[in-house]
Structures are given as structure tokens and as C-alpha cells.
């Protein structure tokens, strides 16, 4: 895409501005030919054209206009003395965070009552490199309460909807960042994935979402839903996009115990370069009768562009995806039981008010009752019912050995020695189905969970994964829903899948398409 030259009319600048990805627009205020405080400007004006009102996409829970304002005309005055490059990478370029991710100015909640009114004393340290990069942030994104949810839905604040019709859901729980990113009101988005919550989301509304290696990112200032699978990422539009900023964010963090002490990757720098001979795995898993007919079409159109790049396409078996939710479903809500128990009127949270003669306990009960949702009570008494007396070995240990399959299944299949195919890449559907409508799967819990069939193994396995958009579904409505496919990689190899990811983007005519909002 042209950058607009220097004194166009500032609305049809401010138009165009929101048709720029990260890498075009950062490039733009590097010559010139835009500024920060133009960028945010056109952002922000988006933001208000499409956000808010009963048929507003709802991805943002609050913005920052006059602090985002002030800050990118901060890094307007820096390029102009320092030059773009001393500012940072990410000079100008607008940004949303995902509203479980702490920030030291505004609100951090959650999507939850409980934590309506919480102000966080410091900034997480993945939103703090993005700022130290030169991002402006905007504001914080919707989300299923403590990220527990596939849709969206489970918010304090309402549904976010999917750009492409707002009847639908965005997938979840990072929903809000994924839908502000594909309703260009930003051209990059943190969210969390736990399960899925970057790549299902990603999927479902047409943007490129990506799940680091299980310790490349630090959480520290993420609020924890399960501290064993939660991981920090980026959504963008394009795989660049993607890639850049993953060089910000990732990195050793001494205040994140499970942060892991290895070199950065350079991911924007070797994106570009295609991988000679490259193989991708693809399991016989994937090609399940369940998949939506677009979604089938969607794998084979990846493979079919995998083939045309010279990729050799190899089956493999992941016998242990059957496994997947099941286990998840276990460790998760067991984490998140133990993580929640903090949020209970007392250190944390939400206070109910209580009569003069109630004891301790019925202010905690009534508390976590008003401050939590329905689903997140749900997830907190099965976890605490899978911890409990009696139980713990049956579900628990059984579930973290199912983990421990999964782990070895794709071990297996990345490595050559022991007869293994050695694929460098394992390609799958990002979700069954396109996105499905609001309230539809409301009451059937497990239609829910479900969504994430393709997603929770590679939170399982600690591997890195990234969904690219791969087609649009025809509904039987008449709407065009997009779908997705997903790629994971071995821990700690972010260049290789973002090359690998380039590969399918280049071949898949996807970028200049947008959301008929």
C-alpha cells in the first residue's frame, strides 16, 4: 500500500492510515510522510466509528485517547531530533493490550466484575517493551472473563463481535484484541493463550495470531489463569507484522520465574527468506470428518501452496490431539482454582456487603459469587474438585501424564533420530468451524470447549504455533466467515515458523481483504 503524501485532506488520511499494517505504517512516520500523532489520531477515530453503540464491535473495554495522543506526539519530537531508528522499532505504531495484561495507568479487569475497579500499580513486562519500543498504546481489549472462554461471551462488559458479522462471535478469549486488529481500530494487539485464545480468535476473524514457546515471553503483569500454559503473544495482519513485534516482546525477564534465559529470536529480520526442502507434517488427525467443508478446503488449500513453494508434504500421526481437551479441561481449571483463590474480597477483588452477624466465610462466598461469572465459577469448581481428596490421582496426575504423551507425540515428529520424519513444521485447522453466532453454543459447555480441539496441545506441549488466514466460508446465511490454519513449531524455533508462515501467506492472496464493516 502508498503511504498518502504529506497534505492530503486529513480525513482521507486518516481513512487510509487504518488500512496500514504495522510494517507500512511504521515506515511511513520513518520518512515522513505520517506522523505518530496522525496514526493514533486515525486509530482512535476508528475506534469510535466502529466500537461503540448497540451494533458496535465492543472490542474495546476503555481507551486512552488524550495519553495516547500526548505520548505519540512525544515520539513525533524524538523522531524529529533522535531519527525513527534510535526511537525504536516500534516508533509510532498504535497498539492494543488484551485487559488482563497489567498496565500502570487506567484499568486492568479482567472482563470481570471482580476486578472493575482494580488500577494497576506497574506496567506488564511485555506491554512495557512494546511502550519502550515506541508503541501508543490505545487501550484495553475485551476478553472472556480471566481469559476463560472461546467466544468472547464471558465478559462483565458484554460480547465482542466479529467484524465480519457482528451476529458472530470472534473466538476467544483474546476476542477483543483479534477483533480490534481486523476492524483496523489497531494494526497490532497483544493477547494471552492459554488453550488457543490467540490462534481460535485469530482464526475466526482473519488476522495473524501467534503463540510463543512456553517461556520466551514473559508473564509477569499477566493476571494467571493456568501459570503452566498461559503465554503472552501478538496479533497482526500481516506475518511480518507478527514477526516484529515478537522481537519486542520476547526476551528474558528475571521477574518471570519461567521465563526462559536464551537469546532473543530475530524473527522481522529472517521472515522474508523462504526454507529450502521444507517438510510439513501433517497429521491424519487433521483431515477429521467433524471439520466444516471450508475448514477441509482451507487444509488443503495450505497444502496445495506448500506444494507449489517445493515444500515436501509429509502424514504423520498425533494419536494424543484425541487426548487434548480432556486434558486440558483437567489442568486448566485445576490452575485457574488455585490462581483465583487470591480474588476474595478481602486481598483481592470485589467486597460484598455482608450483615453485622455474618462470619469470614460468608463474606468470601458472596464476594467470589457477585465478582465471578457463571463460566469462571464453573471452571473453579471443576478444577477444585479434580484437586480435591481422593480425586487428585484419578484426574490430576492422569491428566498431566496424557500431557506428558502429547509433549512426546510432537517431539517425536519434529526429530530425525529414531526413525522420526524430522518435519519442520506441523500444519492443522485453527478451529473445526468458522465463527459461529452469539449465544448459539451458550448452553452446551462441551460444544464450547470443542472449539479449542485443534489448539490446547500446542499449550500442552509448551511449542510455538501461529494461525495465518486461509479462506472465507460461505454460510448458510449468506455471510463470508473467515477460517484459519495453524503451523507449530519446535520450543524456541519463532524464526523458523514465521518463515514457514510467510511461505503460506505469500501463496494465499489473503492481505488486501478486509471486514465489510
Same mark, same amino acid.
Not at 49 to 77: C, H, W
Not at 411 to 420: C, I, L, S
Given at each position: 500500500?502508498?503511504?498518502?503524501?504529506?497534505?492530503?485532506?486529513?480525513?482521507?488520511?486518516?481513512?487510509?492510515?487504518?488500512?496500514?499494517?504495522?510494517?507500512?505504517?511504521?515506515?511511513?512516520?520513518?520518512?515522513?510522510?505520517?506522523?505518530?500523532?496522525?496514526?493514533?489520531?486515525?486509530?482512535?477515530?476508528?475506534?469510535?466509528?466502529?466500537?461503540?453503540?448497540?451494533?458496535?464491535?465492543?472490542?474495546?473495554?476503555?481507551?486512552?485517547?488524550?495519553?495516547?495522543?500526548?505520548?505519540?506526539?512525544?515520539?513525533?519530537?524524538?523522531?524529529?531530533?533522535?531519527?525513527?531508528?534510535?526511537?525504536? %522499532?516500534?516508533?509510532?505504531?498504535? =497498539?492494543?493490550?488484551?485487559?488482563?495484561?497489567?498496565?500502570?495507568?487506567?484499568?486492568?479487569?479482567?472482563?470481570?466484575?471482580?476486578?472493575?475497579?482494580?488500577?494497576?500499580?506497574?506496567?506488564?513486562?511485555?506491554?512495557?517493551?512494546?511502550?519502550?519500543? *515506541?508503541?501508543?498504546?490505545?487501550?484495553?481489549?475485551?476478553?472472556?472473563?480471566?481469559?476463560?472462554?472461546?467466544?468472547?461471551?464471558?465478559?462483565?462488559?458484554?460480547?465482542?463481535?466479529?467484524?465480519?458479522?457482528?451476529?458472530?462471535?470472534?473466538?476467544?478469549?483474546?476476542?477483543?484484541?483479534?477483533?480490534?486488529?481486523?476492524?483496523?481500530?489497531?494494526?497490532?494487539?497483544? *493477547?494471552?493463550?492459554?488453550?488457543?485464545?490467540?490462534?481460535?480468535?485469530?482464526?475466526?476473524?482473519?488476522?495473524?495470531?501467534?503463540?510463543?514457546?512456553?517461556?520466551?515471553?514473559?508473564?509477569? *503483569?499477566?493476571?494467571?489463569?493456568?501459570?503452566?500454559?498461559?503465554?503472552?503473544?501478538?496479533?497482526?495482519?500481516? =506475518?511480518?507484522?507478527?514477526?516484529?513485534?515478537?522481537?519486542?516482546?520476547?526476551?528474558?525477564?528475571?521477574?518471570?520465574?519461567?521465563?526462559?534465559?536464551?537469546?532473543?529470536?530475530?524473527?522481522?529480520?529472517?521472515?522474508?527468506?523462504?526454507?529450502?526442502?521444507?517438510?510439513?507434517?501433517?497429521?491424519?488427525?487433521?483431515?477429521?470428518?467433524?471439520?466444516?467443508?471450508?475448514?477441509?478446503?482451507?487444509?488443503?488449500?495450505?497444502?496445495?501452496?506448500?506444494?507449489?513453494?517445493?515444500?515436501?508434504?509429509?502424514?504423520?500421526?498425533?494419536?494424543?490431539?484425541?487426548?487434548?481437551?480432556?486434558?486440558?479441561?483437567?489442568?486448566?481449571?485445576?490452575?485457574?482454582?488455585?490462581?483465583?483463590?487470591?480474588?476474595?474480597?478481602?486481598?483481592?477483588?470485589?467486597?460484598?456487603?455482608?450483615?453485622?452477624?455474618?462470619?469470614?466465610?460468608?463474606?468470601?462466598?458472596?464476594?467470589?459469587?457477585?465478582?465471578?461469572?457463571?463460566? =469462571?465459577?464453573?471452571?473453579?469448581?471443576?478444577?477444585?474438585?479434580?484437586?480435591?481428596?481422593?480425586?487428585?490421582?484419578?484426574?490430576?496426575?492422569?491428566?498431566?501424564?496424557?500431557?506428558?504423551?502429547?509433549?512426546?507425540?510432537?517431539?517425536?515428529?519434529?526429530?530425525?533420530?529414531?526413525?522420526?520424519?524430522?518435519?519442520?513444521?506441523?500444519?492443522?485447522?485453527?478451529?473445526?468451524?468458522?465463527?459461529?453466532?452469539?449465544?448459539?453454543?451458550?448452553?452446551?459447555?462441551?460444544?464450547?470447549?470443542?472449539?479449542?480441539?485443534?489448539?490446547?496441545?500446542?499449550?500442552?506441549?509448551?511449542?510455538?504455533?501461529?494461525?495465518?488466514?486461509? *479462506?472465507?466460508?460461505?454460510?448458510?446465511?449468506?455471510?463470508?466467515?473467515?477460517?484459519? =490454519?495453524?503451523?507449530?513449531?519446535?520450543?524456541?524455533?519463532?524464526?523458523?515458523?514465521?518463515?514457514?508462515?510467510?511461505?503460506?501467506?505469500?501463496?494465499?492472496?489473503?492481505?488486501?481483504?478486509? %471486514?465489510?464493516?
Amino acid at each position: 500500500m502508498t503511504p498518502p503524501s504529506p497534505g492530503q485532506n486529513a480525513t482521507i488520511l486518516a481513512v487510509e492510515l487504518t488500512d496500514f499494517s504495522a510494517i507500512e505504517l511504521r515506515d511511513a512516520i520513518r520518512s515522513g510522510e505520517t506522523s505518530a500523532a496522525d496514526a493514533a489520531r486515525a486509530c482512535l477515530a476508528r475506534i469510535e466509528e466502529v466500537d461503540s453503540g448497540e451494533n458496535g464491535v465492543n472490542a474495546f473495554i476503555q481507551t486512552f485517547p488524550e495519553r495516547a495522543l500526548e505520548q505519540a506526539m512525544k515520539i513525533d519530537e524524538r523522531v524529529a531530533k533522535e531519527g525513527a531508528e534510535t526511537v525504536g %522499532p516500534l516508533a509510532g505504531v498504535p =497498539v492494543a493490550i488484551k485487559d488482563n495484561m497489567c498496565l500502570a495507568h487506567g484499568r486492568t479487569t479482567c472482563g470481570s466484575r471482580m476486578l472493575e475497579n482494580y488500577e494497576s500499580p506497574f506496567t506488564a513486562t511485555a506491554v512495557q517493551r512494546l511502550i519502550d519500543a *515506541g508503541a501508543i498504546v490505545l487501550g484495553k481489549t475485551n476478553l472472556d472473563e480471566f481469559a476463560m472462554g472461546s467466544s468472547t461471551e464471558h465478559s462483565y462488559f458484554g460480547p465482542t463481535r466479529n467484524p465480519w458479522d457482528r451476529s458472530r462471535v470472534p473466538g476467544g478469549s483474546s476476542g477483543g484484541s483479534a477483533a480490534a486488529v481486523a476492524a483496523r481500530m489497531a494494526p497490532l494487539a497483544l *493477547g494471552s493463550d492459554t488453550g488457543g485464545s490467540i490462534r481460535q480468535p485469530a482464526g475466526l476473524t482473519g488476522v495473524v495470531g501467534c503463540k510463543p514457546t512456553y517461556g520466551r515471553v514473559s508473564r509477569w *503483569g499477566l493476571v494467571a489463569f493456568a501459570s503452566s500454559l498461559d503465554q503472552i503473544g501478538p496479533f497482526g495482519r500481516t =506475518v511480518s507484522d507478527v514477526a516484529l513485534a515478537l522481537d519486542v516482546i520476547c526476551g528474558f525477564d528475571e521477574l518471570d520465574s519461567t521465563s526462559v534465559n536464551t537469546s532473543a529470536p530475530a524473527c522481522a529480520q529472517a521472515v522474508d527468506a523462504p526454507i529450502n526442502k521444507l517438510r510439513v507434517g501433517v497429521p491424519k488427525q487433521a483431515r477429521n470428518e467433524k471439520n466444516h467443508p471450508a475448514v477441509a478446503e482451507a487444509l488443503e488449500r495450505a497444502i496445495g501452496v506448500y506444494q507449489s513453494l517445493g515444500a515436501q508434504i509429509v502424514d504423520i500421526d498425533l494419536p494424543t490431539i484425541e487426548y487434548g481437551i480432556a486434558a486440558y479441561y483437567i489442568i486448566a481449571p485445576a490452575e485457574a482454582s488455585s490462581n483465583l483463590a487470591r480474588f476474595d474480597g478481602v486481598r483481592y477483588g470485589r467486597r460484598a456487603e455482608i450483615g453485622a452477624h455474618e462470619d469470614l466465610i460468608s463474606l468470601y462466598s458472596r464476594s467470589r459469587a457477585e465478582g465471578f461469572g457463571e463460566e =469462571v465459577q464453573r471452571r473453579i469448581m471443576l478444577g477444585t474438585f479434580a484437586l480435591s481428596s481422593g480425586y487428585y490421582d484419578a484426574y490430576y496426575t492422569t491428566a498431566l501424564r496424557a500431557r506428558r504423551l502429547v509433549k512426546e507425540d510432537f517431539d517425536r515428529v519434529f526429530a530425525t533420530e529414531g526413525g522420526g520424519p524430522g518435519v519442520d513444521v506441523v500444519l492443522s485447522p485453527s478451529t473445526p468451524t468458522p465463527a459461529f453466532r452469539i449465544g448459539e453454543k451458550a448452553d452446551d459447555p462441551l460444544a464450547m470447549y470443542l472449539e479449542d480441539y485443534y489448539t490446547v496441545t500446542a499449550n500442552l506441549a509448551g511449542i510455538a504455533g501461529v494461525s495465518v488466514p486461509a *479462506g472465507l466460508a460461505s454460510m448458510d446465511d449468506g455471510v463470508r466467515a473467515p477460517v484459519g =490454519v495453524q503451523l507449530f513449531s519446535p520450543p524456541f524455533s519463532e524464526e523458523r515458523l514465521m518463515r514457514a508462515a510467510n511461505m503460506l501467506e505469500s501463496g494465499l492472496d489473503w492481505n488486501d481483504r478486509r %471486514p465489510p464493516l
